[in-house]
């Protein structure tokens, strides 16, 4: 179970609530009339603490996995945003910063064994006298 977010630091009013529903349909390119039933969703969501850059976060965000296909439009509908519990999981969602865990470092391999000229030399021999051998047993 998730904690409940802090209570509001401002009040909940009528004004207060006007911002907020202004702000969303400002976001969203929307006009809705405010009328009571959306009134107490506004309120029930401001009451529990839930600030208007916390809406604008959490449109911006929805907005974006809307345009990246990963989101369906309904989750901007008004009736949809203003659950509580869907705001508070798709602000928490907003907020996670995913970062791409570095690879592991591999074993590192050893370096070649320094070989002497000599050495080269004498191994460049040994590979051309058995390629003549294999060139050889294929005639």
């Not at 409940?4 to 390119?29: N, W």
């Not at 369906?72 to 791409?100: M, T, W, Y």
Request: glycine share 4%.
């Amino acid at each position: 179970m998730s904690e409940p977010a802090p209570p509001a630091t401002f009040p909940v009013d009528a004004p207060a609530i006007g911002q907020a529903h202004q702000l969303y349909c400002q976001l969203t390119g929307q006009t809705l009339r405010l009328a009571f039933d959306r009134e107490r969703m506004w309120y029930e969501l401001l009451r529990l603490g839930y600030s208007l850059p916390d809406l604008r976060i959490v449109i911006t965000y929805l907005q974006r996995e809307i345009r990246a296909q990963r989101r369906n439009v309904g989750a901007l509908k008004l009736s949809n945003l203003l659950q509580p519990d869907r705001f508070e999981e798709d602000l928490q969602i907003s907020r996670v910063r995913l970062r791409v865990t570095p690879p592991a470092p591999s074993a590192p391999t050893p370096p070649p064994s320094a070989l002497s000229a000599r050495e080269q030399q004498q191994g460049r021999q040994r590979a051309l006298q058995c390629l003549r051998q294999i060139k050889a047993a294929l005639r």
